[in-house]
């Protein structure tokens, strides 16, 4: 499968759970480790094959515009949400025009990780437009950093995914980047909406699958969450 050049990075998000960090800044522009989230999560994509992103704005969205400027791999365009705020498929639906034919990454801002292997190769590896709609990276829920839910997902030998339902645990949670086509959230309803519905049609079809991360995950959704992050990154080295 030919690694997607192009991705969708939403970052347009309040970062309500991550104040008062985000009282002068967009959740994008928090530091870890002495760098931006939004940086994180860009320059993974740029080892991974990535050469366009499309990045959605919306909290201090000037700020954050500011800070892609200076970026030259990937190569930045805006999608602005500044009047309304569109969630995730929302997000995807608006941006649609920007993002080619092809296969594209969608990443969220708010996950670092220590890769032992190759995650996002295993990822493009993964991905079969045949067989699926969409391709999540996922991360162990035990030993996981920042992240406190019960877990999101069951793994099949075959790859196919299932949600947790009402078992009080799964031991797997999606840890914000996915392969899909652009055009996958056309469908959906005019304002914000979430791609959670989207996956769970898809999985009641069998057509959402997911690969796990050898490595450490931390999901840096509030101050608390970024200190532990950024100790653990410290002890990596």
């Known amino acids: 499968m030919t690694a997607p050049k192009t991705a969708m990075v939403l970052a347009a998000g309040l970062g309500t759970r991550m104040r008062p960090l985000t009282n002068d800044r ?14 994180h999560v860009l320059d993974r994509l740029a080892e991974a094959g990535v050469t366009e992103a499309v990045v959605n704005v919306h909290w201090f969205a000037d700020r954050l515009e500011s800070h892609l400027s200076t970026r030259t791999r990937p190569a930045i365009t805006i999608s602005d949400e500044r009047t309304e705020l569109l969630e995730t498929g929302g997000g995807l639906k608006k941006a649609r025009p920007l993002l080619g034919d092809d296969p594209v990454f ?5 996950s670092v ?3 032992r292997g190759d995650a996002l190769g295993d990822l493009i590896r993964l991905w079969d437009p045949e067989r699926m709609d969409a391709a999540l990276l996922l991360a162990r829920r035990e030993g996981a ?22 078992a009080p645990h799964a031991p797997y949670a999606y840890m914000g980047v996915h392969i899909t086509r652009p ?5 959906g309803p005019d304002g914000p909406f979430s791609l959670s519905p ?11 699958f997911g690969c796990v991360l050898d490595g450490d995950w931390m999901h840096v959704g509030d101050p608390q969450a970024r ?3 950024e100790a653990r990154l410290k002890d990596e080295g």
């Open 26 to 39: 967009p959740k994008a522009l928090v530091e870890v480790g002495g760098r931006a989230l939004i940086d």
């Open 106 to 110: 969608v990443a969220n801002i708010d």
């Open 113 to 115: 990780w220590i890769d």
């Open 145 to 166: 950093i920042g992240f406190e839910g019960g877990g999101d997902f069951f793994l099949s030998d075959d790859g196919t995914l299932t949600f947790r339902g009402e």
């Open 183 to 187: 055009g996958y959230a056309d469908a």
């Open 198 to 208: 989207l996956w769970r049609a898809s999985a009641a079809e069998g057509r959402l």
């Open 227 to 229: 200190d532990a992050a």
